[in-house]
């Protein structure tokens, strides 16, 4: 198994999906222009089916905003830029993410771990802290400053 066809993700693709269309509406909306899914789905080479799937989950959890009808799409309201990134791991890929033991074990604990017990809750505490002090806002604006392509 090569790393280029079979990569580990700590993220589901969902998750990665939804944070990408968070940080494109971020970039691309404005009073005058709200984001359509089609248009989301054509800049980030996301299938649209799938894309609206994960829209309508983070607009039913008030991650982003949308309004309908012709002139209607996604866009951030200020509450919505506040949002940590923690926030939209938790709703897309469960609250369990940053506890369960990295091989799937069920009595795994710091007093009965697993082999990797101890370097994998270093690894998930600081990603989650991260996560958790990192906003919408803050994130699409790291991503604007370094030119990261989404």
């Known amino acids: ?45 996301i299938p649209k089916h799938f894309l609206s799937k994960i829209l309508q989950q983070l607009t039913r959890n008030q991650v982003i905003s949308s309004t309908k009808g012709p002139h209607g799409g996604f866009f951030l309201s200020k509450e919505n830029e506040r949002i940590t990134i923690d926030r939209i791991v938790e709703i897309m890929d469960g609250p369990g993410l940053f506890k369960a033991c990295v091989l799937g074990l069920p009595q795994c604990s710091s007093t009965k ?27 699409a604006l790291v991503v604007h400053q370094e030119n990261i392509k989404i």
Do not use: W
């Open 1 to 45: 198994m090569t790393t280029n066809q079979s990569e580990s993700h700590v993220l589901s693709k969902s998750c990665q999906y939804a944070l990408r269309a968070v940080v494109y509406i971020a970039a691309h909306s404005t009073t005058t222009h709200l984001v359509g899914a089609q248009e989301m789905a054509d800049g980030l080479d």
């Open 113 to 139: 771990p697993c082999p990797l017990h101890f370097q994998a809750v270093e690894y998930r505490d600081g990603l989650y802290n991260k996560l958790k002090r990192l906003n919408i806002k803050e994130l």
